[in-house]
Nanobody
Framework: QVQLVESGGGLVQAGGSLRLSCAAS????????MVWYRQAPGKQRELVAL???????YYTDAVKGRFTISRDNARKTLYLQMNSLKPEDTAVYYC????????????WGQGTQVTVSA
C-alpha cells in the first residue's frame, strides 16, 4: 500500500515558476516509475512527465524544455519543476506511481491545482 500527497500548487502569472512535490509512503518507492499527470477542465487526463526507477525521463512535447522531473529516493519524494509557465498549463496535477514503467499507474495522489494567469 502506497500513499501519495502532492503539494506546491498555486496561482502564478504566465512566465513564472512553481515546484510541485509528491511525498510517498511505503517501502518500495525506489523501485517504482513515478509519473506526473494533469487534467484541465473538459479535457482528458494527460501524462506530463515520467521518471523511471533508474532515472530515465520522459516528457510530453508540450512541456519539454520547461519542466523537469526528478526524484529523491532517500526522501521518497518526487518533484516537478515548472518554469516559463503558460496559461495552457492550468490544470490539476496528479502524482502517480507505477510498478511497471508505462503501465497504468497503481497508486494516485489527490492532486494539486496549478493556475496560470495571462
Amino acid at each position: 500500500q502506497v500513499q501519495l500527497v502532492e503539494s506546491g500548487g498555486g496561482l502564478v502569472q504566465a512566465g513564472g515558476s512553481l515546484r510541485l512535490s509528491c511525498a510517498a509512503s511505503g517501502s518500495s518507492f525506489s523501485t517504482y516509475a513515478m509519473v506526473w499527470y494533469r487534467q484541465a477542465p473538459g479535457k482528458q487526463r494527460e501524462l506530463v512527465a515520467l521518471i523511471s526507477n533508474g532515472g530515465d525521463t520522459y516528457y510530453t512535447d508540450a512541456v519539454k524544455g520547461r519542466f523537469t522531473i526528478s526524484r529523491d529516493n532517500a526522501r521518497k519524494t518526487l518533484y516537478l519543476q515548472m518554469n516559463s509557465l503558460k496559461p495552457e498549463d492550468t490544470a490539476v496535477y496528479y502524482c502517480a506511481a507505477s510498478v511497471v514503467a508505462f503501465s497504468n499507474p497503481d497508486y494516485w495522489g489527490q492532486g494539486t491545482q496549478v493556475t496560470v494567469s495571462a
